[in-house]
């Protein structure tokens, strides 16, 4: 079969246990502002949005680093929330390999995050919730930068080969950049990725909307992949990981100007200027398809 966006295999009806979700064991509650809970297979980070933007790396740390063997689910509430997690995402890396995570980016619901809330946590109705979903640290595989991995184009009237990436503003459509995400996706040969990303500069409100443009567009992109409408067309999962840069010749400034009264989230990335999402697919070029329409299985249409 082939797809507008490259080469498609039909999947094996015994592999498309691959795209099911997992559902969360009970858990034990603690409290705190990153409470931890734990069940036999998997340690839950909750990042509420109160706090220091240092406090949920250090806890997704102590996390993963229990004995490297647990996935870590990080729980994401409200704009704020999953600012702080996609910084604690950028600055996450093994210990003693230093390679880094990926990771997959699922929006979910208050049903899933308040249990994991204070009692006296103050809701609007109006947030957000995702989920962030680590390995364990044993898998963490990923070297390289993303530029190592970007497929690389040459502007009109220029020489110079640049990495092929896609970028986040205060005013960018999600559903739209989702769909030229999973665009440049499909035709990636293996070990090459795509890259979304955001200055990190700017007033903090906007900040933190910009970065929950980034876990939208990726959440958005993984539900089409892994529940799609009509199974008989190609998916192609991926996985995520995160980054900084610094600042390079040609970048755009940012759209609104520093304010100085708001608490800077990247005290620990001084001198970085972006924040990139990058998106690594997985399987073969041009994706697979879940359910081959009857009498094309095998065919080769």
Same mark, same amino acid.
């Given at each position: 079969?082939v797809?507008? *966006?490259?080469?498609?295999?039909?999947?094996?009806?015994?592999?498309?246990? *691959?795209?099911?979700?997992?559902?969360?064991k009970?858990?034990?509650?603690?409290?705190?502002?990153?409470? @931890?809970? @734990?069940?036999?297979? *998997?340690?839950?980070?909750?990042?509420?949005?109160?706090?220091?933007?240092?406090?949920?790396?250090?806890?997704?740390?102590?996390a993963?680093?229990?004995?490297?063997?647990q996935?870590?689910?990080?729980?994401?509430?409200?704009?704020?929330?999953?600012?702080?997690?996609?910084?604690?995402?950028?600055?996450?890396?093994?210990?003693?390999?230093?390679?880094?995570?990926?990771?997959?980016?699922?929006?979910?619901?208050?049903e899933?995050?308040?249990?994991h809330?204070?009692?006296?946590?103050? @809701?609007? %109705?109006?947030?957000?919730? $995702?989920?962030?979903?680590?390995?364990?640290?044993?898998?963490?595989?990923?070297?390289?930068?993303?530029?190592?991995?970007?497929?690389?184009?040459?502007?009109?009237?220029?020489?110079?080969?640049?990495p092929? /990436?896609?970028?986040?503003?205060?005013?960018?459509?999600?559903?739209?950049?989702?769909?030229?995400?999973?665009?440049?996706?499909?035709? @990636?040969?293996?070990?090459?990725s795509? #890259?979304?990303?955001?200055?990190?500069?700017?007033?903090?409100k906007?900040?933190?909307?910009? *970065?929950q443009?980034?876990?939208?567009?990726?959440?958005?992109?993984?539900?089409?992949?892994?529940?799609?409408?009509?199974?008989?067309?190609?998916?192609?999962? $991926?996985?995520?990981?995160?980054s900084?840069?610094?600042?390079?010749? %040609?970048?755009?400034?940012? #759209?609104?100007?520093?304010?100085?009264?708001?608490?800077?989230?990247?005290?620990?990335?001084?001198?970085y200027?972006?924040?990139?999402?990058?998106?690594?697919?997985?399987?073969?070029?041009? %994706?697979?398809?879940?359910?081959? /329409?009857?009498?094309?299985?095998?065919?080769?249409?």
């Open positions: 079969s797809s507008p *966006l490259g080469r498609s295999r039909a999947l094996p009806s015994a592999a498309t246990s *691959l795209f099911a979700s997992a559902s969360l009970p858990t034990l509650r603690l409290q705190g502002l990153a409470a @931890l809970s @734990l069940s036999r297979s *998997l340690t839950t980070v909750l990042v509420d949005g109160s706090g220091s933007f240092e406090a949920p790396l250090r806890r997704i740390q102590s993963v680093a229990k004995d490297g063997t996935p870590v689910d990080v729980l994401t509430v409200g704009q704020r929330g999953i600012a702080q997690a996609m910084v604690a995402a950028a600055q996450l890396e093994s210990s003693s390999t230093k390679a880094k995570p990926t990771f997959i980016i699922q929006q979910t619901n208050d899933e995050a308040k249990p809330l204070p009692k006296d946590f103050k @809701l609007t %109705g109006k947030e957000r919730y $995702f989920k962030i979903s680590f390995p364990p640290a044993s898998e963490w595989k990923l070297e390289g930068t993303p530029e190592s991995r970007a497929k690389t184009t040459t502007s009109e009237g220029s020489s110079q080969a640049k092929d /990436k896609l970028i986040v503003g205060n005013k960018t459509e999600v559903m739209k950049l989702a769909k030229a995400v999973m665009a440049r996706s499909f035709p @990636l040969e293996p070990g090459m795509i #890259s979304v990303e955001t200055a990190i500069k700017g007033q903090a906007m900040l933190n909307l910009r *970065l443009h980034l876990a939208q567009t990726a959440s958005r992109a993984h539900h089409w992949q892994v529940s799609p409408v009509d199974r008989s067309r190609s998916v192609r999962t $991926f996985r995520c990981a995160a900084v840069r610094k600042a390079a010749e %040609g970048d755009p400034e940012p #759209s609104h100007p520093s304010d100085p009264s708001a608490p800077r989230p990247f005290e620990a990335l001084k001198g200027s972006f924040l990139i999402l990058e998106v690594l697919p997985d399987g073969p070029v041009g %994706g697979v398809i879940l359910e081959p /329409k009857a009498g094309t299985e095998g065919s080769g249409k």
